[in-house]
């Protein structure tokens, strides 16, 4: 069969009042058809279709193929083919198809060929020649038509820019009925864009020709698993779970976003450009941003508004807004979307921002406001950070992690670097100005920073292999009490062991001044090595040179060694060797020691000392004194110092606690001393204290309160004298000797005694006879003395000396001394003398009695048998009675008295002038006196039976003037010249 040119609006009527037909008749009579014929059979049908239009389709050329066509008239002429082969063209499109008929209902596959009107006549952004050739599946019958395509796409759209739509895989589905002039497309996608990866899109078309125009909309929903090329922050922190629903037309498209944290709009006009706008739907964590913020500020939160605009035919001028405003700052961002990313930002510290809190010393209030840009490449970004003061610039190259060009400038100070994180970095510091630079941090951060003077130049050079050199020189550097030059540089290997040497040709630190010289090494372990060394180290009037070793070992355990050959300042000199330890619990161990120390006064050495030598300890506050020993050079009594028991000090406060503090280990120290009051409380006690000499060897047994109060001293206590002998000579004692012989020497201003500062009551007693020997007197003492003293007051005595036995030698002559008493009563030079002594020669035995005081004394001669007082002398003096010659009673007068003087001085009693004679009346003629100044001596006399006074003033060598007053009747002045 052959139908050639069929019409299909027609057939289309045709079938349809057949079905109509065939209805009514089914209700009118249910036994049989109208229609003849039962069944129609074709074997091949070969048809031609007009030229039809439905709407904006026209369809032409098209053929049809059918074999095996079978009809039945009987069921509305249902009808069916095994094999159907049709092809045709459209405006649209062309096809051909391949099917079977079932059931009146046509079901063919093919492919679809589109034609570029398609894409033209609804201004569709799509590639044709991605979607030239379309696998399709049809569904036609007498009332409509359906297609359903799948395929796949890359770039989908036909945008001047590198935005575009890869499907992976799509399915459309069209349903188009006759009658309602109204064509429906369903699609749904899977696939990416520019932007994101994996995609599903599910689409709607609604074509609308029932109009005088046709009219095209559609609308749908975007959902992604992931965002991409843009940057990783922000996905991160606004575009999880990104959605969107979308409606639009031919002209325009309007888009609702949604992620996890943000919503927003798309709307683009012309589908050229569009405009993006975005919020946060709450305040979001900022550490989602910043994951490195300190836990104080893991908390603080913001919001975020966006406002961007996209330009799909030029990416250039496309940007992105943000603006954020949050609890720690406020910040404006303008991003362009095209590569390389440009960020361009302003930031600001609000007044309750929680950096005020976290860092209270920074002061943010003068920040005023940040600005600068960030340029994001594909792998190299630029960064700048500026306010009216700071600008920081700096290249980095995120591939080979280095970073180029970098510079940051500070009110005019330079910084230079460069380099990377796993390569090397140079940089330079140049810092004309400290004191500039100190004003700008106290700008920013709250702290007082004394005036800086000087300048600094800083390098820094780290190797790839982490290594790094430091280099830091400032030819003058004044910072606070700190002044002088600075020239230093620090070795870091890649084990992190550093190497640290310092020099400085002067450096000066409140009163030290000196050079320095010092390496130090520390290794990976931290253990630490340091050296110093100064050959000239002064402070105040010190002056030194110092060799000195510090270690420390990764447990925190310290030595220290000490050297010096030379300390001097005006009061001293020494040399000094120290050893110090200090373990992880802070235990401190010291042996110090040195070879001489001596002490100085106007230049001149006063006292040495030798061979210190000295082992201490400290924890905490307790203090153990291990040992230790010195001697002294210049002193005639105590030679050796030392302790061999330990001492046990405790510190506290201030104050420094004696349990147990031991002098050559025989007194035992204990009390407490308050370092800034000066003032204190300390117990001297010993139960046996030898001490020898050339001129003592002694023992003694005391217990002594010292109450020191700053520079003044209270002694308080009793000693007890437990033997032995003294062999020192009194006369050493500096008593002033005959006004007629004089000695010259070279008069010093008379210093204030230390003496002063002292007040004394401390009680000497000794039970066993104390042996005073020289040469010239042998006596055994006993004593019952306490000595007094006041501040500022002299010396007072009050007790008693008993002379057991003893003798006195004057040349040959030996005077043997009876139990006699010397008392005292306040002034230790004018004590009540008791004295008796006997002197024997030939048949005589002289007696000699003095009384008095030692400043008035009475001296009585007797003898057995009875001499002369001029006897008595005479055989004394010269070991005969016999005088008679008148030259030799003034030879005996002199001699009496230099042999009266003599005796007494040797005894410890101060006498002045001393003079004996013979009156007219040959009795015995007395003058003794004492100087009560340099020139003016007072002298009582007894001549002639009658006593008096007489004041001799010496105005020279040669000249005197004596006053002589005699009571009642007699007074005179007698003015003498002597020459030689």
């Known amino acids: 069969v052959q139908l050639l040119e069929i019409d299909p609006k027609v057939i289309t009527s045709f079938v349809k009042e057949i079905q109509s037909n065939t209805t009514t008749s089914s209700k009118n009579s249910s036994a049989k058809s109208r229609f003849p014929l039962k069944h129609i059979a074709i074997k091949t049908l070969f048809a031609t279709m007009k030229t039809t239009t439905y709407g904006p389709v026209t369809i032409e050329n098209t053929h049809a193929f059918i074999n095996d066509i079978d009809i039945d008239p009987r069921h509305h002429f249902n009808y069916n083919a095994k094999e159907v082969t049709v092809s045709s063209d459209t405006s649209f499109a062309s096809t051909t198809q391949k099917g079977f008929i079932k059931d009146s209902e046509l079901f063919t596959t ?8 398609l894409f033209r006549k609804y ?14 599946s049809l569904k036609l019958n007498h009332t409509g038509i359906w297609l359903d395509i799948e395929h796949s796409v890359n770039n989908l759209l036909t945008l001047d820019s590198d935005f575009n739509i890869d499907l992976d895989y799509a399915q459309h589905s069209m349903a ?15 696939g990416s864009t520019s932007y994101t990866e994996g995609v599903n899109i599910n689409n709607t078309v609604k074509i609308d020709f029932r109009g005088e125009h046709t009219k095209t909309t559609y609308y749908g929903d975007v959902t992604s698993s992931s965002i991409t090329n843009i940057p990783p922050f922000l996905i991160d922190t606004l575009l999880q779970n990104p959605t969107a629903s ?7 498209l309007f ?40 836990p104080e500020l893991q908390m603080a939160q913001g919001s975020i508004q966006s406002q961007s605009k996209i330009d799909f035919h030029n990416i250039e001028q496309s940007h992105f807004q943000i603006d954020v405003n949050s609890d720690l700052a406020n910040l404006s961002a303008d991003m362009d979307l095209l590569k390389p990313y440009h960020i361009r930002y302003n930031a600001t510290v609000p007044d309750h921002s929680l950096l005020y809190t976290l860092y209270p010393k920074i002061r943010f209030s003068n920040l005023l406001e940040l600005n600068g840009e960030v340029i994001l490449g594909d792998y190299q970004h630029h960064i700048e950070i500026n306010n009216h003061e700071i600008q920081l610039s700096f290249d980095y190259d995120t591939k080979s992690r280095v970073f180029n060009n970098g510079t940051l400038f500070i009110n005019g100070q330079s910084i230079e670097f460069k380099g990377g994180l796993e390569s090397k970095i140079d940089a330079h510091f140049t810092i004309q100005d400290i004191n500039s630079l100190s004003n700008i941090i106290m700008n920013y951060y709250d702290i007082i920073l004394p005036p800086i003077e000087g300048s600094a130049t800083i390098n820094i050079n780290r190797l790839a292999d982490k290594s790094m050199n430091i280099t830091l020189e400032t030819p003058y550097i004044a910072y606070g009490d700190i002044a002088g030059d600075i020239r230093a540089k620090i070795k870091i290997d890649a084990y992190k062991n550093i190497d640290i040497n310092l020099n400085s040709t002067q450096l000066s630190y409140q009163d030290f001044s000196g050079d320095i010289r ?14 110093l060394n100064s050959t000239q180290l002064s402070y105040q009037d010190f002056n030194a040179d110092i060799d000195a070793k510090i270690t420390i070992d990764s447990s925190k355990n310290m030595n220290i060694t000490l050297n010096s050959s030379r300390i001097e300042s005006n009061n001293m000199s020494a040399d000094i060797t120290a050893d110090v330890n200090i373990d992880a619990y802070k235990n401190i161990y010291v042996a110090l020691n040195s070879h001489k120390i001596s002490l100085l006064k106007e230049g001149e050495v006063t006292q040495e000392i ?15 004194l291990h040992n230790y020993s010195f001697y002294l050079r210049n002193n005639p009594y105590i030679r050796h110092i030392f302790s061999k028991k330990p001492a046990y000090l405790t510190y506290q406060n201030g104050t420094i606690y004696s349990k147990e503090l031991w002098f050559n280990d025989q007194i035992n120290i204990t009390g407490h001393y308050d370092i800034p009051t000066k003032k204190g409380k300390l117990r001297l006690q010993s139960d046996y204290f030898p001490y020898s000499d050339k001129d003592f060897d002694l023992a003694t047994s005391f217990k002594l309160l010292l109450q020191l109060d700053k520079e003044r001293v209270y002694v308080n206590g009793n000693v007890k004298l437990l033997g032995n002998q003294i062999n020192y000579a009194l006369s050493n004692l500096g008593l002033s000797e005959d006004s007629d012989i004089v000695i010259v020497q070279e008069m010093r201003e008379k210093e204030e005694s230390i003496l002063n500062n002292i007040k004394l009551y401390v009680t000497v007693e000794n039970e066993i006879p104390l042996k005073y020997r020289t040469k010239e007197i042998h006596l055994n003492l006993l004593n019952e003395i306490t000595i007094v003293k006041e501040y500022n007051k002299d010396i007072n005595l009050l007790g008693k000396t008993k002379i057991s036995k003893g003798y006195y030698l004057q040349e040959d002559k030996k005077f043997f001394l009876d139990e006699s008493y010397i008392y005292f009563y306040g002034n230790p030079k004018d004590a009540v003398l008791d004295i008796h002594a006997n002197y024997v020669k030939d048949k005589y035995k002289i007696k000699i009695f003095i009384s008095g005081s030692s400043s008035d004394p009475i001296i ?28 030799g009673t003034a030879v005996y007068a002199m001699l009496g008295g230099l042999f009266a003087k003599e005796l007494i001085k040797n005894l410890g009693v101060p006498l002045d002038h001393f003079l004996l004679g013979e009156g007219i009346d040959e009795r015995l003629s007395l003058e003794l006196g004492e100087k009560i100044s340099d020139d003016v001596t007072v002298i009582y006399q007894h001549e002639n039976g009658r006593d008096g006074v007489k004041v001799k003033i010496d105005h020279n060598l040669n000249f005197e003037t004596d006053i002589i007053i005699q009571p009642p009747h007699a007074s005179s002045i007698e003015f003498l010249y002597k020459s030689d």
């Open 176 to 190: 188009y009925a006759y009658q309602d002039k109204f064509i429906t497309i369903t699609s749904k996608a899977q």
């Open 110 to 117: 093919g492919d679809v060929i589109t034609d570029e009107y």
């Open 860 to 887: 009585n001669f007797s003898s057995e048998p009875y001499l002369t007082q001029r006897e008595i002398l005479s055989l004394i003096l010269f070991d005969t009675s016999a005088s008679n010659s008148g030259a």
């Open 255 to 294: 888009v609702t976003l949604d992620t996890n944290q943000i919503s927003g709009s798309f709307f683009s006009h012309g589908y050229r450009d569009a405009d993006i706008k975005i919020k946060t739907k709450y305040d979001v964590l900022l550490s989602n941003f910043i994951p490195s913020l300190p």
């Open 123 to 136: 201004a569709l952004p799509l590639n044709q020649n991605e979607l030239h050739s379309l696998p399709v």
């Open 610 to 624: 030798h061979k210190l030598s000295t082992n201490f300890s400290i924890f905490e506050e307790n203090i153990t």
């Open 518 to 531: 010092a390496k130090a090494t520390i290794d990976a372990y931290k253990n630490i090595d340091i050296n």
């Open 246 to 252: 979308y409606r639009g037309g031919v002209d325009e």
